[in-house]
């Protein structure tokens, strides 16, 4: 079984701040990593997917996760903070062989100061 | 053009009012996903299709059901809403598994439905 925990509802930075949004997980079996992006009225976007190709994962809009086992995280950071970066993001799991079904967390949203 | 679209975007409705939530998408996607989203609970998934003949529940289906009417299309039913159903559902879709690539999964907009 898979599961997913997103440590902190919201997370607030000011602009041009790092922004580091944690995500832990449970697998079973060796893990497929999502972060997804929510911008106001709008559907999910794919930031970036871990697939065990690499640890360090690059996404778009500058931001990248590191798939680290022995803490079971997948954290996505971002060295300076933007205005068009408040959103709700959301960290999702599935299990290798597990069919398409992703496990999400519950959400951070991500709230940027000028 | 949008690949993955939902129709209604918003709907007001009753208790004990039959809706349906229909979604379409021209990526040629395999399979498809009808999620809802709640604050604080993330998404969860209701039901899932891998084709047009394979549906399967996901962890919150009861009250709901679903008719996958072509490789496309595929619909949410409430069959007797109830205000607890209020909610943002997600429409999904995916290729199908190719050896050790996680495909992700691509969503449409979005339908709120508010039940009074």
């Known amino acids: 079984a898979q599961s997913v925990t997103q440590l902190g509802s919201h997370v607030s930075v000011s602009e041009g701040a790092l922004v580091l949004l944690r995500c832990n997980y449970s697998?079973?079996?060796?893990?497929?990593l999502f972060w997804y992006v929510q911008y106001p009225n709008q559907g999910l976007q794919l930031l970036l997917k871990?697939?065990?190709?690499?640890?360090l994962v690059k996404g778009i809009n500058g931001f990248e996760a590191e798939f680290k086992k022995s803490e079971t995280s997948f954290h996505l950071t971002k060295p300076s903070a933007h205005m068009s970066d408040a959103a709700e993001y959301f960290c999702?799991?599935?299990?290798?062989?597990?069919?398409?079904?992703?496990?999400f967390g519950q959400g951070t949203e991500l709230s940027v100061k000028p | 053009d949008a690949d993955v679209t939902q129709t209604p975007r918003n709907r007001i409705t009753k208790t004990g009012k039959r809706i349906m939530l229909e979604c379409s998408q021209t990526?040629?996607?395999?399979?498809m996903y009808w999620y809802r989203q709640d604050p604080g609970l993330g998404l969860r998934l209701i039901y899932y299709?891998?084709?047009?003949?394979?549906?399967n529940k996901g962890e919150i289906s009861d009250g709901y059901s679903v008719s996958r009417q072509a490789q496309a299309k595929f619909s949410l039913s409430l069959e007797s809403a109830i205000p607890n159903q209020t909610a943002l559902y997600f429409c999904?879709?995916?290729?199908?598994?190719?050896?050790?690539?996680?495909?992700?999964?691509?969503f449409g907009p979005g339908t709120r439905l508010t039940v009074l």
């Open positions: 999904a879709t995916s290729d199908a598994d190719r050896a050790v690539n996680g495909n992700e999964q691509f």
């Open positions: 697998s079973s079996v060796p893990p497929y």
């Open positions: 871990y697939t065990s190709a690499a640890t």
């Open positions: 999702a799991v599935r299990g290798y062989n597990q069919g398409g079904k992703l496990i």
């Open positions: 990526k040629g996607h395999d399979r």
């Open positions: 299709s891998f084709d047009v003949k394979d549906i």
